[in-house]
């Protein structure tokens, strides 16, 4: 059974960081692309940053030099490293898992049950 278990949201002030957390278990996972999605009321889920079982990485562009994913396949865990938040920012951060097989992601994507990520002063 897959199980992806966020943690580390909260409420923070404009300006200010957090660290996002997601363990896995279940699955191999130096063999998987993990990522972290995001949804704010009203909007559909979208992507915020890839990271590849050879740890190449990409991000939206609305985070590109504030966020940093990173992996630690010891821990079967996942990082999300956020900088200079801003209100735009709040939603609920879902963690994603999903097989490589050589560069190429097939197979069903796995969730996490999201950790809520507030930005205001």
């Known amino acids: 059974q897959v199980q992806l278990v966020e943690s580390g949201g909260g409420l923070v002030q404009p300006g200010g960081s957090l660290r996002l957390s997601c363990a896995a278990s279940?699955?191999?996972?130096?063999?998987?692309?993990m990522g972290w999605y995001r949804q704010a009321p009203g909007n559909q889920r979208e992507k915020v940053a890839h990271?590849?079982?050879?740890?190449?990485?990409n991000y939206a562009d609305s985070v590109k030099g504030r966020f940093t994913i990173s992996r630690d396949n010891a821990k079967n865990t996942v990082y999300l490293q956020m900088n200079s938040l801003k209100p735009e920012d709040t939603a609920v951060y879902y963690c994603?898992?999903?097989?490589?097989?050589?560069?190429?992601?097939?197979?069903?994507?796995?969730w996490g049950q999201g950790t809520q990520v507030t930005v205001s002063s």
């Open positions: 279940g699955i191999i996972f130096s063999r998987y692309r």
């Open positions: 990271i590849s079982s050879g740890r190449n990485t």
């Open positions: 994603n898992a999903r097989q490589e097989v050589g560069q190429v992601v097939q197979g069903p994507d796995y």
